[in-house]
């Protein structure tokens, strides 16, 4: 498996780290061949050379393109290699079989380099989803990437296992309590049943030995949980964990309060500011409403008073040329109208009289 540290910045998808915590684990990939990929397929692998594939192994260019888990074991006459790609999908993929196909390529070119000269490889690969029934073109669990039959001649006959949790009943769920607790979570991410199903995910824990390891998947599963569950959920949540965790006295307690209140908290202060963004959109709405409405009554006013001082002009004007034609001095004129003696002998010019 291409284990990427935790912490790296790359890794920020909850479904992501929770799936790969999973993983990880030899044990839980070896329950997974055992109980999700046929028998006659199984007895290719011999599960006591299994071993996760290192991220030393590939470029790192190309890490984030790769499968989210990536294992390579031998035959169990030890003559062939044997590789198994598992994928993780959350959200629509319809070309998820293009993806399948590149990491493949990968896996040829990290065999090539590792086994020169030995023969092309077993690889067996696996697509777990748990979105929507239909973002995986397959009805399953034996999927093809083309899956037109007329156009299967022309395409290498490359397959892959679908393991859709949303069609799988809870009594189809096997494994180990690792592999169990992840599926189970998964199918139940996104849904108020969640809150029904909790007790149940969490009991799957007394079936673990009590090391750091079981601990540190616990907190896993809560942080995982904090990311991805629904926000309306959280509260409610956490009250039925911490409740269950109180009873068994687990250590992990403090934990959940801490992780849940920074998320809780956190989304107080997405919904206010929020509010304030939504608050400070309408006031300058208002403001702009308002400014429009001033400037429209003051255009108003503006143009009223504009065509006062042309009527105003035209009568001035008028008064002007009819004092000129009365022979009246331009002295006279200016006095009356308050024009300019010079404003008065324009006017005066335009009627004719000098």
């Known amino acids: 498996m291409y284990l990427r540290d935790m912490d790296n910045k790359k890794l920020t998808h909850p479904h992501d780290k929770f799936f790969k915590d999973a993983f990880s684990r030899v044990q839980t990939v070896q329950s997974f061949i055992g109980h999700y990929i046929l028998p006659e397929d199984a007895a290719l692998i011999d599960l006591s050379t299994l071993e996760a594939v290192k991220d030393s192994h590939i470029n790192p260019d190309l890490q984030e393109l790769f499968s989210d888990a990536v294992y390579a074991a031998s035959t169990p006459d030890r003559t062939e290699h044997v590789y198994l790609l598992f994928e993780h999908k959350s959200y629509p993929d319809p070309m998820v079989g293009v993806q399948l196909q590149k990491n493949i390529a990968m896996v040829l070119q990290y065999h090539q380099r590792q086994h020169a000269g030995e023969g092309i490889p077993v690889i067996f690969t696996t697509v777990i989803c748990h979105g929507k029934k239909s973002i995986i073109p397959c009805e399953g669990p034996d999927c093809h990437f083309v899956s037109y039959q007329r156009c299967q001649p022309f395409f290498l006959d490359l397959r892959y296992i679908l393991i859709d949790l949303q069609a799988m009943g809870d009594d189809q769920i096997k494994g180990d309590p690792c592999l169990r607790i992840l599926f189970l979570t998964l199918k139940y991410i996104h849904s108020h049943e969640l809150l029904e199903k909790i007790g149940d995910i969490l009991v799957i824990f007394k079936e673990l030995d009590e090391d750091i390891g079981t601990n540190e998947y616990l907190k896993s599963l809560i942080t995982y949980l ?69 400037g429209e009554e003051k255009g108003k006013r503006e143009g009223i008073k504009k065509k006062i001082e042309e009527k105003t002009v035209i009568r001035t004007e008028k008064i002007v040329k009819k004092m000129a034609a009365s022979g009246l001095d331009d002295e006279i004129i200016s006095s009356v109208t308050g024009l300019t003696l010079e404003e008065v002998r324009k006017l005066r010019d335009e009627t004719g009289q000098s």
Not at 246 to 256: H, I, R
């Open 226 to 294: 904090v990311g991805a569950a629904p926000e309306d959920l959280l509260k409610e949540l956490k009250g039925c964990m911490k409740e269950i965790l109180e009873m068994e006295k687990n250590p992990v307690d403090s934990f959940l309060d801490e992780i849940f209140e920074a998320r809780i908290k956190k989304k107080l202060e997405k919904a206010t500011a929020e509010a304030t963004r939504k608050g400070m959109e309408k006031g300058i709405k208002i403001g702009e409403e308002k400014g429009i409405r001033i």
